[in-house]
């Protein structure tokens, strides 16, 4: 069994310097500590703020400011492109006809970031 995540969840990616922390409308009305969030919850800014600086070379701004740097890896603030929910979710818990956020779900971004949840924001309450 997983960790139901929820408001205030830690996040990371694989290409971002720093962490970040998922944002949740408390509309679903279901809470943990906090609003329990879904696989729905991956809107950028919305939902996933920026980590910090980006480090992916397949991202067009890193690769132009590389270039500038002769070369040398250029990190640039960064913008999060996710356009797909999270996987894979519990999907035999539904919160408001949407399967239930765990742990172990991931995101990707645009630029080849994975983004994982370190801490899911409770301990106690657990989704298969």
Do not use: H, R
């Not at 943990?32 to 696989?39: E, K, R, V």
């Not at 701004?61 to 519990?90: D, E, S």
């Not at 818990?93 to 399967?99: A, Q, R, S, T, Y």
Request: proline share 12%; aromatic share 4%.
């Amino acid at each position: 069994m997983g960790i139901q995540v929820c408001m205030g969840a830690t996040l990371q990616c694989s290409f971002g310097a720093g962490t970040s922390v998922l944002s949740v409308a408390p509309d679903k009305k279901v809470l943990t500590q906090t609003p329990a969030a879904t696989i729905m919850d991956y809107q950028p800014f919305a939902n996933i703020p920026p980590f910090g600086m980006c480090s992916a070379s397949s991202n067009p701004l890193v690769a132009a400011a590389t270039q500038a740097a002769q070369g040398v890896l250029t990190p640039i603030p960064c913008i999060p492109v996710i356009t797909a929910p999270w996987t894979p979710g519990a999907p035999t818990v539904l919160i408001g006809e949407m399967p239930a956020l765990n742990e172990t779900s991931k995101l990707t971004c645009q630029w080849g970031g994975v983004i994982q949840i370190l801490v899911p924001g409770q301990v106690t309450v657990q989704v298969p």
